[in-house]
Nanobody, 122 residues
């Protein structure tokens, strides 16, 4: 089992940047693919980015491609989401998740963090 804790959320102006971190407990972090999802008020949770166990394969939602970068440091049991050129539509609660495969469906992930709020003002 793995526990996930997100941090780094906050308020940023449009065009600005934030870096989210997700720290995982346990000694098996490198055996999990990791994903980031977000949920805006009144909307369903949506895929943002995913990364394979080794970090060699990444994938992104079209809406964030070219602006966001997912990475991981297996020595630190941490996955990151660097968000640049942010837009008001990036606002939401951001969740990290751990699973066996780096896919874009939430059902592919077994463990979830509590989320961190990101607000982008126009």
């Amino acid at each position: 089992q793995v526990q996930l804790v997100e941090s780094g959320g906050g308020l940023v102006q449009a065009g600005g940047s934030l870096r989210l971190s997700c720290a995982a407990s346990g000694r098996t972090f490198s055996s999990y693919a990791m994903g980031w999802f977000r949920q805006a008020p009144g909307k369903e949770r949506e895929f943002v980015a995913a990364i394979s166990r080794s970090g060699g394969i990444t994938s992104y939602a079209d809406s964030v491609k070219g602006r966001f970068t997912i990475s991981r440091d297996n020595a630190k049991n941490t996955v990151y989401l660097q968000m640049n050129t942010m837009k008001p539509e990036d606002t939401g609660v951001y969740y990290c998740a751990a699973g066996s495969l780096a896919r874009n469906g939430p059902r592919s992930y077994d463990y979830w963090g509590q989320g961190t709020q990101v607000t982008v003002s126009s």
